[in-house]
């Protein structure tokens, strides 16, 4: 079956600008998780969403927003961007609960 | 909220020798422990878990241990390959939650 399917892949934007993100579950996945990697702070968890329910919030500031769609796909949001958001913008899909987690290819962002 | 220290950051091997990774974490309430490895320029895949009602846990040569009592929890790989080489996260999750609070990672470099 299909993986989990990030889009866009690499994004370049200026700051101020905002940004929209991508990410299509594992096919059954209602659970849709979201994580910023950088080289310093390692993998650090955004939000947590459950059948358009959103469970968990990570300690992000408020340009951070996300949101699930009825079936099952997720979309996060960065408005304002400023140069410390580059990173890469990984989802993660599962069943619900702490059922296992399959993580999507990531987006790289870079704010110039 | 949760808190996830691993060790060590870094970990330079000999092909053939054993390799293990220490994490430990702050909530009592976490009962759900997965790693992940990442290679260069590739998602967090699984390689193991363990839940909190098993102490150890085997797949081959990876096993993982957990000491609820001391809020431990650690990464065995024995006969490492140089295909070990990449950077492996733990990772703390709560019952009913798809959240993951991780470490910053330990980068394994397994030299021939």
């Known amino acids: 079956k299909a993986g989990v399917t990030q889009t866009p892949r690499y994004l370049i934007k200026t700051r101020g600008q905002q940004v929209t993100l991508s990410c299509s579950p594992i096919s059954g996945h209602r659970s849709v998780s979201w994580y910023q990697q950088t080289p310093g702070q390692g993998l650090q968890f955004l939000f947590e969403y459950f059948s358009e329910t959103q469970r968990n919030k990570g300690n992000f500031p408020g340009r951070f927003s996300g949101r699930q769609f009825s079936n099952s796909r997720s979309e996060m949001n960065v408005s304002t961007l400023e140069l410390g958001d580059s990173a890469l913008y990984l989802c993660a899909s599962s069943l619900g609960g702490t059922a296992e987690a399959f993580f999507g290819q990531g987006t790289r962002l870079t704010v110039v | 909220g949760e808190n996830v220290e691993q060790h060590p950051s870094t970990l330079s091997v000999q092909e053939g020798d054993s390799a293990v990774i220490k994490c430990t974490y702050s909530d009592s309430a976490s009962n759900y422990f997965p790693w992940y490895k990442q290679e260069l320029g590739k998602r967090p895949q699984l390689i193991i878990d363990?839940?909190?009602?098993?102490g150890e846990k085997k797949d081959q040569r990876i096993a993982v241990t957990l000491n609820k009592t001391a809020k431990h929890f650690s990464l065995h790989i024995t006969e490492t390959q140089p295909e070990d080489s990449a950077v492996y996260f733990c990772a703390a999750s709560m019952a009913g939650y798809s959240t993951l609070t991780f470490g910053k990672g330990t980068m394994l470099l397994v030299s021939p």
């Open positions: 363990i839940r909190s009602n098993v």
